[in-house]
């Protein structure tokens, strides 16, 4: 069993023994995300509204929203190894609620059911890999990043071929092993790595403060949380109109998650040794260009050539707000603060699709990818601007700069 040498107090060390930990994520992310070619039409051929489109997808975030910040002072105080066996086991019932839903309103409450385990299992990994990144909390996320979006990468591919040749419910009930694998991941990992500071099991319960620096992260993430989960959810409908077909579609969502995947470990370099400036001017203008792109330009290989752009400005987002949520972390209680951190961006992926899904009623599908990439490089500016030395406190570094 790996043993948890590493002082992750020392700027030079990471913890080993984390592989687990980085298959879990990886199990989690590609069993979910197997439903996002046939989520929303699935949706659709039970009869569901622009709105009602909108509440299946959201079901999950608001489920997360409101247990994330729990769950993270949960793990402070009594360790995070419980609540991942119970999170990765509680998939299991989450298939079956997938199978046996039967109209919008069950299927939703399977999605519900699903924020459960989502919200105890990938925050509480991500809290042990960043009480662990020592001085390298870039690095140690561009791992977590390209483990998770490897998972985004493979699963909606794979729930394309296993749809066609099982039906949608050999995709639901695929999250029930996945469960199980995961579990028993969780028990090849050194207890050690999973208990948390003698000093935040000794914290008292009570308010978290938030600084400015912390909330103006938090509102970015707001935003940003919720771009892929648009993609995934929406374009398959113009997949659909267009005629690509659930294994098309399914692999230019592969595509996007595969190219974000790839890039991570050059963008958590960059987080590391230049800060996340760079990062939100490249994402930012980035994902406007791929999304307008792919929502105004039908031949398959440009919308190939969009989705790979659109996922490298994506993995360029994903790595400064994941860096400098694991820094403040580590200044604010690791579990709670990523517990707080994955809330907002659960709140984004609640509202942004309900919002989305009424505005869906006004305009096509190709004008709300169009819309999206404005929202991102507009909100990318903002941040950039607020860390400017007119804005800040002249803080150097990836860390003050979050």
Known sequence: MAQNTADPRDPAGTAPGTMPLLFIVFIMVASTSTLWPILTPYAKNLGASGFELGLVVSSIYFTRLILGPWIGRIGDRRGYR???????LLYIPIGL????????FTLAGARALHGIGSAIVLPMVMAVVGQHSGGKSGAAMARYNAAQWLGYALGPLAGGLIARQFGNNGVFLLLAPAGIVSAAAVLMLDRKLTDPPAQLKARPIGKVRIERPARVLLAFNFIVAPTSLIVLSFFPLLGDDRGYGPVLVGALLSIASFATAAVQPLWGNVADR?????LLLFGGVGTLIGLVTLANFSPVLVAVAATFVAGVSIAALVAGVSTSAVDLGKTHG??????IFQSVGSLGQAVMPLAYG???GQIHVSGLLSVVGGLI?????????????????GRSGACSES
């Open 377 to 393: 490089a507009v909100s990318s500016l903002a941040y950039l601007v607020s860390l400017t030395p007119a804005f800040s406190s």
């Open 334 to 339: 690791m579990g709670t603060f990523i517990g």
């Open 82 to 88: 419980g609540l991942l066996i119970a999170g990765t």
């Open 358 to 360: 009424v505005v869906l």
């Open 274 to 278: 230049s800060g996340i400036r760079p």
């Open 97 to 104: 609620a997938y199978a046996g839903a039967n109209n919008v």
